[in-house]
């Protein structure tokens, strides 16, 4: 039942509690599926190696930062409002940890996700076939974005302004996914994952849930126009192929690929370039000075468009401004541990084959005491697909003031699982000392805000 109410919460979140239950939203009901969920859970609560990660410190951590970040500014009450804007997110950690400890259970979880996904790239492409016909009448009528969107009837579809006359649409959802760069964001880290139904020699199921959905995505991607999701994709596939053909054919096939969706206007005909994201380097660097003029706390989560009007369309820049240095700390502390987990299982050199282990194998608690064959090609194989996603969030997340989202928490939370499924198997050596993650942690951090600088002046220099 856990399980259960756990998706419930994720499909809320992605897909808004207003869509799918109307005047029920005004009583917080994903709250509701969050504590439910989480009283599902207490059996399994203080016996869960969630509390033994760095990720949960890093989440704690996180909260607080966020509650200091809008104390120190003198609203005692805001930090409280802060705080409580967090946690729904990190929610997705505790409860992928919580309801997760099988693949069955991950594969649950990952079905939900592409059902999102799916649904939006349908009932967007929907109204962009049959509604899509008004733009040019109200393009010449408004000049205004908003104004054509109201007149189309659709939430699904954003229009953009490049001149008088030329508009396009963009696909984008609800929520956290209520812009297109968003949505393109959680369709490159939900892409890999698909092939977590991938079965060896069952060609007919591969090509239904697994081929056919891959498709979909990428046109979904496709239909945001979202250069960074486009840039994502390609890392992906980089990443992706490295391990097979080498990095250099790789990174040319990847190269090839991104050149060709650019033919095919993929990003509707805007620039990928550092002159067509100079407007995003000048945000870079006024989070940097915002930064500067408030080096421990921050502005204040959630409050760096009050300061520079817009947020700093880089994750790494957003959570340095809003959080300051204390709050980078903890991101980057859940960040390392996140990454290198997923790593290590990724790694056919640091998995061993181990013996198995019993483990809930259904997606109700009736179904117990099972052994899951779970062996050594294939946790190197899920956690190969832990790193492609992550890699697609953090490339997106490099263009988009993300940091705080429920699906990198719930990324997270999953890498989690695969480590810990190793480890339970005797597969894997134990997580890095407490102490070492620390160290490492704050000097990713730093690492993080000496790149973006450098960055920032060499874009400013090749501009």
């Known amino acids: 039942m856990g399980l259960v109410l756990s998706i419930l919460y994720f499909l809320t ?7 799918l239950f109307g005047s029920l939203a005004e009583i917080h009901i994903e709250l509701i599926f969050a504590a439910m969920a989480l009283i599902f859970s207490l059996p399994q609560l203080m016996k869960s190696f969630f509390f033994r990660t760095p990720q949960f410190i890093a989440l704690i951590g996180l909260a607080i930062a966020s509650f200091l970040s809008i104390l120190m500014s003198g609203w005692a009450g ?47 492409g929907y109204d962009m ?22 007149a189309t009837g659709s939430t699904y579809l954003l229009p953009q302004w490049h001149g008088p006359g030329d508009w396009f649409y963009r696909l984008k959802g609800h929520g956290e996914i209520n812009d297109p760069n968003d949505l393109g964001q959680l369709i490159v880290c939900v892409t890999p994952l698909v092939f977590i139904f991938w079965r060896p020699k069952k060609t007919l199921s591969n090509f239904v849930w697994v081929i056919l959905p891959v498709c979909f995505l990428l046109f979904g991607i496709y239909l945001t126009h979202s250069r ?46 550092a002159e067509a994201g100079s407007d995003r380097t000048a945000l870079w660097g006024a989070g940097l000075e915002l930064l500067k003029s408030h080096p421990l706390f921050g502005v204040g989560f959630g409050k760096m468009r009050d300061f ?10 957003v959570c340095a401004a809003e959080l300051g240095l204390i709050g980078l700390y903890f991101w980057a502390l859940f960040l390392f541990p996140t ?26 608690p009736e179904t117990t005491g099972k052994v899951e064959e779970v062996d050594k090609a294939e946790i190197n194989r899920l956690g190969g697909l832990m790193v492609l996603s992550l890699t697609g969030f953090l490339v997106a997340g490099w263009f988009l003031s993300r940091a705080f989202v429920m699906t990198l928490f719930m990324l997270g939370g999953m890498s ?29 951090a730093i690492l993080m805000l000496v790149v973006m600088y450098l960055m920032i002046r060499i874009l400013h220099m090749v501009g």
């Open 13 to 19: 979140y992605y897909l808004t509690p207003t869509s």
């Open 78 to 124: 805001g930090g409280v409002v802060a705080a409580l804007l967090f946690l729904p997110n990190a929610f997705g950690f505790i409860l992928v940890c919580l309801q997760c400890n099988t693949k069955r259970r991950l594969q649950a979880v990952v079905a939900l996700m592409v059902f999102v996904c799916l649904f939006v790239i349908g009932r967007g």
């Open 129 to 150: 076939l049959h509604e899509g016909s008004v733009e040019p009448v109200h393009a010449r009528l408004f000049q205004d974005p908003v104004a054509v969107q109201d």
């Open 228 to 273: 960074g999701a486009l840039l994502a994709l390609t890392a992906v596939l980089l990443v992706g192929a490295r391990r097979r053909i080498g990095t250099v054919l790789s990174a040319l096939i990847a190269g090839g690929l991104l050149v060709a969706a650019l033919a095919l206007n993929a990003t509707a005909g805007r620039e990928i370039s």
């Open 308 to 317: 520079a009007d817009l947020t700093a369309h880089n994750s790494i820049i």
């Open 339 to 364: 990454f290198r987990n997923a790593l290590a299982v990724a790694s056919p050199t640091k998995v061993t084959e181990g013996e198995p282990t019993a483990f809930e194998v259904g997606l109700f």
């Open 416 to 444: 989690e699982v695969v480590f810990e499924m190793a480890l339970r198997r005797g597969m894997i050596a134990p997580r890095m000392p407490l102490g070492r993650v620390l160290l490492f942690a704050g000097a990713l």
